[in-house]
């Protein structure tokens, strides 16, 4: 697959359930910004209307029946248009572009996950997206039972927990998952892994090195220079 369309930057998070993307995109998109960077920060499943509304029959509606392939095929059309609306623009204006999970997400879940054939889905996501992959994707990398956890210490207590779709899995299910990433990763290139078991100040610091780096390396846009301060982690 090729990128045609960037004068920007594209830059997506992945992983497990709970893994701190929410928290770590939201940092780094304030963080780019203070240094004068334009940045869309986005999501999936959602990030346009039809999105949004695909989000809910996806995660939401747990009285409709979903098979596998219906389920990774809802996930690539709404992505095919979430590529033409909120992905292609910013880029092809120079922006950075932040988007907490993308089509790595469905070979993980729909491929991993649910067993399906990742060499098709491969071909269902290169048709949906036009072809357009990550410069930088970014794998919070964490155990299954980890993130889960965090999102049921997160509840307020005595507050019940109201799992979607995927959260209704069993723990093999979403072990599958984080060991799928782990493989997609292991192909080195626009991957970077990141232990997302550590404190959020740390990934946060690791994360701003990565990026800093990338986008220093990148011709496309022009970093300005910040204090050594913020480069701390090892
Ligand atoms: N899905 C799919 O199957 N196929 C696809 O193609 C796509 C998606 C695109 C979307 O769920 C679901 O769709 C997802 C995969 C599937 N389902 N699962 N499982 P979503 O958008 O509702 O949620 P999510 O993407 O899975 O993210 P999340 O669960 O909301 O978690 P997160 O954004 O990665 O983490 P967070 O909200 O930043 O942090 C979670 C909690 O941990 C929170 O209380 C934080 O304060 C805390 N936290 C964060 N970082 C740390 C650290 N470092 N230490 C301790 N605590 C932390």
Request: proline share 6%; net charge negative.
């Amino acid at each position: 697959m090729t990128n045609s369309c960037s004068q920007g930057f594209f830059i997506t998070f992945e992983g497990p359930e709970g893994c701190g993307k929410t928290t770590q995109t939201q940092v780094l998109a304030q963080r780019l910004r203070e240094l004068g960077h334009v940045v869309t920060l986005t999501r999936e499943p959602g990030g346009t209307v039809l999105g949004e509304r695909v989000r809910q029959l996806l995660l939401h509606a747990i009285d409709v029946p979903l098979a596998p392939r219906a389920e990774a095929l809802l996930f690539a059309a709404s992505r095919a248009q979430f590529v033409e609306e909120a992905i292609r623009p910013p880029l092809a204006a120079g922006e950075v572009v932040l988007c907490d999970r993308y089509a790595d997400s469905t070979l993980a879940y729909q491929g991993y996950g649910r067993d399906l054939d990742r060499r098709a889905l491969r071909e269902v996501l290169d048709f949906a997206t036009g072809g357009l992959t990550p410069d930088l994707t970014l794998l919070l990398d964490l155990p299954a039972e980890e993130g889960l956890r965090r999102k049921l210490q997160a509840l307020v207590p005595g507050e019940m927990p109201n799992w979607d779709r995927f959260e209704q899995q069993d723990m093999d299910f979403h072990r599958r998952v984080r060991e799928g990433y782990r493989q997609l990763a292991a192909a080195g290139g626009r991957w970077v892994v990141v232990d997302a078991t550590q404190p959020v100040p740390d990934v946060e610091r690791y994360i701003w090195q990565v990026v800093t780096q990338a986008l220093g390396n990148s011709k496309r846009i022009m970093i300005p220079v910040e204090p050594q301060t913020n480069c701390g982690w090892v």
